[in-house]
Protein backbone atom coordinates (compact mmCIF):
# COMPACT_ATOMS: atom_id res chain seq x y z
CA UNK A 1 0.00 0.00 0.00
CA UNK A 2 1.44 3.72 -0.60
CA UNK A 3 2.05 5.82 2.60
CA UNK A 4 3.73 9.04 3.08
CA UNK A 5 4.84 9.49 5.99
CA UNK A 6 6.22 13.26 7.88
CA UNK A 7 7.11 13.05 11.30
CA UNK A 8 8.00 16.37 12.07
CA UNK A 9 4.76 17.65 12.52
CA UNK A 10 5.38 21.63 13.53
CA UNK A 11 9.36 23.02 12.76
CA UNK A 12 10.50 26.38 14.22
CA UNK A 13 13.67 27.96 12.99
CA UNK A 14 14.92 31.25 13.70
CA UNK A 15 15.36 33.21 9.99
CA UNK A 16 18.44 32.38 8.40
CA UNK A 17 18.98 28.85 10.21
CA UNK A 18 18.83 26.10 7.68
CA UNK A 19 16.44 23.56 8.30
CA UNK A 20 15.30 19.82 6.44
CA UNK A 21 11.99 18.52 6.23
CA UNK A 22 11.93 14.94 6.48
CA UNK A 23 9.80 12.32 4.18
CA UNK A 24 9.43 8.74 4.45
CA UNK A 25 7.39 6.69 1.83
CA UNK A 26 6.16 3.25 1.20
CA UNK A 27 5.52 1.24 -1.88
CA UNK A 28 5.61 -1.90 -3.42
CA UNK A 29 5.88 -0.69 -7.30
CA UNK A 30 9.55 0.12 -8.81
CA UNK A 31 8.35 2.88 -10.94
CA UNK A 32 6.76 6.01 -8.72
CA UNK A 33 6.83 9.57 -8.28
CA UNK A 34 7.64 11.62 -5.62
CA UNK A 35 6.85 15.79 -5.24
CA UNK A 36 7.04 18.54 -2.38
CA UNK A 37 4.57 20.86 -2.15
CA UNK A 38 4.07 23.77 -0.21
CA UNK A 39 1.07 25.69 1.21
CA UNK A 40 1.67 29.09 2.17
CA UNK A 41 -0.66 31.01 4.48
CA UNK A 42 -2.75 32.46 1.98
CA UNK A 43 -4.16 28.38 1.30
CA UNK A 44 -2.73 27.38 -2.03
CA UNK A 45 -1.02 24.42 -2.76
CA UNK A 46 2.58 25.28 -4.60
CA UNK A 47 4.54 22.67 -6.67
CA UNK A 48 7.86 22.66 -6.28
CA UNK A 49 9.30 19.73 -7.19
CA UNK A 50 9.13 16.11 -8.93
CA UNK A 51 11.11 13.41 -8.78
CA UNK A 52 10.91 9.86 -10.43
CA UNK A 53 12.08 6.57 -8.84
CA UNK A 54 14.98 6.12 -11.87
CA UNK A 55 16.62 9.61 -10.83
CA UNK A 56 18.48 9.82 -7.65
CA UNK A 57 20.26 12.79 -8.34
CA UNK A 58 19.89 15.39 -5.74
CA UNK A 59 18.52 18.38 -6.88
CA UNK A 60 18.86 22.12 -6.02
CA UNK A 61 17.27 24.86 -6.79
CA UNK A 62 18.28 28.15 -4.91
CA UNK A 63 17.99 27.91 -1.56
CA UNK A 64 15.97 24.59 -2.03
CA UNK A 65 17.76 20.86 -2.15
CA UNK A 66 15.92 17.43 -2.23
CA UNK A 67 18.28 14.51 -1.04
CA UNK A 68 16.09 11.35 -2.19
CA UNK A 69 17.91 7.96 -1.07
CA UNK A 70 15.90 5.13 -2.23
CA UNK A 71 17.98 2.69 0.06
CA UNK A 72 16.10 4.58 3.15
CA UNK A 73 13.08 5.25 1.21
CA UNK A 74 13.27 9.18 1.86
CA UNK A 75 13.12 12.23 -0.02
CA UNK A 76 14.14 14.86 2.30
CA UNK A 77 13.58 18.70 2.01
CA UNK A 78 16.15 21.00 2.80
CA UNK A 79 15.80 24.71 2.97
CA UNK A 80 19.22 26.71 3.34
CA UNK A 81 18.79 30.24 5.04
CA UNK A 82 15.61 30.55 5.82
CA UNK A 83 13.24 33.15 5.39
CA UNK A 84 9.76 34.48 6.85
CA UNK A 85 8.25 34.01 3.61
CA UNK A 86 9.63 30.33 3.57
CA UNK A 87 6.56 29.53 6.59
CA UNK A 88 3.87 27.30 5.34
CA UNK A 89 2.95 23.72 5.60
CA UNK A 90 5.03 21.32 3.35
CA UNK A 91 3.36 18.34 1.95
CA UNK A 92 5.73 15.25 0.48
CA UNK A 93 3.45 13.01 -1.74
CA UNK A 94 4.13 10.29 -3.45
CA UNK A 95 2.33 8.69 -6.75
CA UNK A 96 2.58 4.79 -7.50
CA UNK A 97 1.18 2.67 -10.55
CA UNK A 98 -0.76 0.54 -8.30
CA UNK A 99 -3.53 2.71 -7.33
CA UNK A 100 -4.31 4.51 -10.54
CA UNK A 101 -3.86 7.96 -11.03
CA UNK A 102 -3.78 8.99 -7.01
CA UNK A 103 -1.30 11.11 -5.43
CA UNK A 104 -0.92 10.34 -1.84
CA UNK A 105 -0.32 13.18 0.62
CA UNK A 106 1.91 13.05 3.98
CA UNK A 107 0.23 14.83 6.70
CA UNK A 108 2.28 17.85 6.51
CA UNK A 109 4.93 19.51 8.45
CA UNK A 110 4.03 23.26 9.11
CA UNK A 111 7.16 25.71 9.21
CA UNK A 112 7.41 28.43 11.03
CA UNK A 113 10.09 30.65 10.52
CA UNK A 114 10.84 33.72 12.91
CA UNK A 115 12.32 36.91 12.32
CA UNK B 1 -4.35 32.97 -16.77
CA UNK B 2 -5.22 30.11 -14.29
CA UNK B 3 -4.61 26.74 -15.09
CA UNK B 4 -6.58 25.18 -12.35
CA UNK B 5 -9.80 27.30 -11.73
CA UNK B 6 -12.66 26.70 -9.34
CA UNK B 7 -15.43 28.82 -8.31
CA UNK B 8 -16.57 29.78 -5.17
CA UNK B 9 -13.37 30.62 -2.85
CA UNK B 10 -15.64 30.56 -0.17
CA UNK B 11 -19.34 29.40 0.50
CA UNK B 12 -21.33 29.49 3.90
CA UNK B 13 -24.25 27.65 3.97
CA UNK B 14 -26.89 26.23 6.63
CA UNK B 15 -26.93 22.68 7.07
CA UNK B 16 -29.22 20.55 4.56
CA UNK B 17 -28.73 22.74 1.79
CA UNK B 18 -27.57 21.25 -1.71
CA UNK B 19 -24.65 23.19 -3.21
CA UNK B 20 -22.01 22.92 -6.34
CA UNK B 21 -18.70 23.78 -6.50
CA UNK B 22 -17.22 23.89 -10.18
CA UNK B 23 -13.68 23.11 -11.31
CA UNK B 24 -11.89 23.68 -14.39
CA UNK B 25 -8.28 23.24 -16.27
CA UNK B 26 -6.95 24.80 -19.26
CA UNK B 27 -3.53 22.63 -18.98
CA UNK B 28 -5.43 20.25 -21.94
CA UNK B 29 -4.34 17.33 -18.67
CA UNK B 30 -6.85 14.35 -18.88
CA UNK B 31 -7.16 13.33 -15.04
CA UNK B 32 -9.14 15.71 -12.85
CA UNK B 33 -9.69 14.79 -8.75
CA UNK B 34 -11.29 16.33 -6.07
CA UNK B 35 -9.39 16.32 -2.55
CA UNK B 36 -10.79 17.19 0.84
CA UNK B 37 -8.62 19.18 3.29
CA UNK B 38 -9.94 18.93 6.85
CA UNK B 39 -8.65 20.86 9.78
CA UNK B 40 -5.74 19.57 10.93
CA UNK B 41 -4.54 19.71 7.31
CA UNK B 42 -5.12 16.18 6.22
CA UNK B 43 -5.21 16.17 2.20
CA UNK B 44 -7.41 12.75 1.20
CA UNK B 45 -8.75 12.37 -2.49
CA UNK B 46 -12.11 11.67 -3.03
CA UNK B 47 -12.79 11.05 -6.66
CA UNK B 48 -10.60 10.78 -9.74
CA UNK B 49 -11.65 11.71 -13.36
CA UNK B 50 -9.67 10.29 -16.60
CA UNK B 51 -11.07 11.24 -19.91
CA UNK B 52 -14.70 12.00 -18.42
CA UNK B 53 -14.56 8.32 -16.47
CA UNK B 54 -14.39 7.60 -12.92
CA UNK B 55 -11.42 5.95 -11.45
CA UNK B 56 -10.96 6.77 -8.06
CA UNK B 57 -14.17 6.79 -5.60
CA UNK B 58 -12.78 6.45 -2.29
CA UNK B 59 -15.19 6.25 0.59
CA UNK B 60 -17.73 9.23 0.31
CA UNK B 61 -21.38 9.90 1.39
CA UNK B 62 -23.21 9.31 -1.64
CA UNK B 63 -24.09 13.09 -0.49
CA UNK B 64 -21.50 13.92 -2.50
CA UNK B 65 -21.85 13.41 -6.41
CA UNK B 66 -18.80 14.78 -8.96
CA UNK B 67 -19.87 15.01 -12.52
CA UNK B 68 -17.26 15.72 -15.83
CA UNK B 69 -19.03 16.80 -18.47
CA UNK B 70 -15.81 17.33 -20.47
CA UNK B 71 -12.35 16.05 -19.56
CA UNK B 72 -11.55 19.81 -18.71
CA UNK B 73 -14.19 19.86 -16.03
CA UNK B 74 -14.94 18.27 -12.99
CA UNK B 75 -17.98 19.36 -10.63
CA UNK B 76 -18.71 18.35 -7.42
CA UNK B 77 -22.40 18.72 -5.93
CA UNK B 78 -22.79 18.00 -2.51
CA UNK B 79 -26.90 17.33 -1.32
CA UNK B 80 -27.82 17.66 2.42
CA UNK B 81 -24.71 19.73 3.52
CA UNK B 82 -23.70 18.61 7.26
CA UNK B 83 -21.57 20.14 9.86
CA UNK B 84 -18.72 17.89 8.87
CA UNK B 85 -18.69 18.81 5.24
CA UNK B 86 -17.32 22.02 6.39
CA UNK B 87 -13.50 22.26 4.93
CA UNK B 88 -11.56 23.43 2.35
CA UNK B 89 -11.68 21.55 -1.26
CA UNK B 90 -9.42 21.45 -3.98
CA UNK B 91 -9.58 20.50 -7.10
CA UNK B 92 -6.76 19.08 -9.31
CA UNK B 93 -5.36 17.96 -12.61
CA UNK B 94 -2.81 15.79 -14.22
CA UNK B 95 -1.73 14.15 -17.27
CA UNK B 96 -1.04 10.64 -17.03
CA UNK B 97 1.52 9.95 -19.99
CA UNK B 98 4.58 11.99 -20.83
CA UNK B 99 5.55 16.01 -21.17
CA UNK B 100 7.62 17.87 -19.03
CA UNK B 101 4.61 18.29 -16.86
CA UNK B 102 3.87 14.25 -16.71
CA UNK B 103 2.50 12.23 -13.69
CA UNK B 104 2.83 16.26 -11.63
CA UNK B 105 -0.67 17.08 -9.85
CA UNK B 106 -1.39 20.96 -9.81
CA UNK B 107 -4.25 22.28 -7.65
CA UNK B 108 -6.65 24.91 -7.95
CA UNK B 109 -6.83 27.50 -5.47
CA UNK B 110 -9.08 26.01 -2.57
CA UNK B 111 -13.16 26.57 -1.91
CA UNK B 112 -13.31 27.13 1.91
CA UNK B 113 -16.67 25.67 2.72
CA UNK B 114 -18.47 26.40 6.05
CA UNK B 115 -21.86 24.55 7.03
CA UNK B 116 -23.61 26.10 9.84
Known amino acids: AQKVTQAQTEISVVEKEDVTLDCVYETRDTTYYLFWYKQPPSGELVFLIR??????QNEISGRYSWNFQKSTSSFNFTITASQVVDSAVYFC????????????FGPGTRLSVLP | DTAVSQTPKYLVTQMGNDKSIKCEQNLGHDTMYWYKQDSKKFLKIMFSYNNKELIINETVPNRFSPKSPDKAHLNLHINSLELGDSAVYFCASSQTLGGASGNTIYFGEGSWLTVV
Open chain 1, 51 to 56: RNSFDE
Open chain 1, 93 to 104: ALRDDNYGQNFV
